[in-house]
C-alpha cells in the first residue's frame, strides 16, 4: 500500500523564521502533490499543488518537487503565528484515489 | 457557490453504540471521499464514490461501517456498534470532474467513550 511519509512530525520556528516540510511517496505511479494546511478544530484546506520538477512559489509559500526521488518540500518564509497549523502532503496517483501523509505539526512563536 | 456540508458536527457514544454521518458535496462533484482523521494525524481513506459507484472501499472495516451513495449526490456513512479506536473526526470531501482539488466539510467529531 502507498505510503506518504512526513518530516518533521512537528517543528517550531520564530515569527519571521523559515520553515521547511518534507514530503516523499513511496508510490512511482504519483502524479503530482497537494500541501494543505488545517487549523486546529477546522478541515483541510488546498494550499498548493505541484505536477512538475522544479519549484512553484506563490508568495511566501516555496514548493520543490523531485519527481525522480518522489520528494516534495514545502517551504514558507516569514512565518506569522498564523501559520501555525498541521500541514499535510496528499500524493496522487494516476487515479482518483489520494494518500495523505500523517502530517507536519508547525508552530510559529511570537 | 455552497461548501461540502456534513451533519452532524458533534457525537458521543457510549462504546456499542450505532451513529449515522451525513455529507452534502458541493453540487455537480462526481466524487465523494471519506476520510477518518485521528487527533493529530492525517485523514485516512475509509472509502470513495465516483457517482453512485464504490471505487474503493479496502480500508473500510465491513464488519462495522458501512456507506452508501444511493443516487450519486448526498452519502451516508454508518458505524454499527461503535468502538473507543472509533474515536476521531470524519471527514467528507468532493472533486469536480476533470479536477484534481479535493474540498473537505467541516467535518464530524466522534468520541466514543
Known amino acids: 500500500q502507498q505510503k506518504v511519509q512526513q518530516s518533521p512530525e512537528s517543528l517550531i520556528v520564530p515569527e519571521g523564521g523559515m520553515a521547511s516540510l518534507n514530503c516523499t511517496s513511496s508510490?512511482?505511479?504519483?502524479?503530482y502533490f497537494w500541501w494543505y494546511r488545517q487549523h486546529s478544530g477546522k478541515s483541510p484546506k488546498m494550499l498548493m499543488?505541484?505536477?512538475?520538477?522544479g519549484e512553484k512559489e506563490e508568495g511566501r509559500f516555496t514548493v520543490h518537487l523531485n519527481k525522480a526521488s518522489l520528494h516534495t518540500s514545502l517551504h514558507i518564509r516569514d512565518s506569522q503565528p498564523s501559520d501555525s497549523a498541521l500541514y499535510l502532503c496528499a500524493a496522487h496517483p494516476n487515479t482518483n484515489k489520494v494518500v495523505f501523509g500523517t502530517g507536519t505539526r508547525l508552530q510559529v512563536l511570537p | 457557490e455552497a461548501g461540502v456540508t456534513q451533519s452532524p458536527r458533534y457525537a458521543v457514544l457510549q462504546e456499542g453504540q450505532a451513529v449515522s454521518f451525513w455529507c452534502d458535496p458541493i453540487s455537480g462533484h462526481d466524487t465523494l471521499y471519506w476520510y477518518q482523521q485521528p487527533r493529530d494525524q492525517g485523514p485516512q481513506l475509509l472509502v470513495y464514490?465516483?457517482?453512485?459507484?464504490?471505487?474503493?472501499n479496502s480500508q473500510l472495516p465491513s464488519d462495522r461501517f458501512s456507506a452508501v451513495r444511493p443516487k450519486g449526490t448526498n452519502s451516508t456513512l454508518k458505524i454499527q456498534s461503535a468502538k473507543q479506536g472509533d474515536t476521531a473526526t470524519y471527514l467528507c470531501?468532493?472533486?469536480?470532474?476533470?479536477?484534481?482539488?479535493?474540498?473537505f466539510g467541516p467535518g464530524t467529531r466522534l468520541t466514543v467513550l
Open positions: 508510490d512511482r505511479n504519483v502524479d
Open positions: 499543488s505541484i505536477f512538475s520538477n
Open positions: 470531501a468532493s472533486r469536480g470532474l476533470g479536477y484534481a482539488e479535493q474540498f
Open positions: 464514490f465516483r457517482d453512485e459507484a464504490v471505487i474503493d
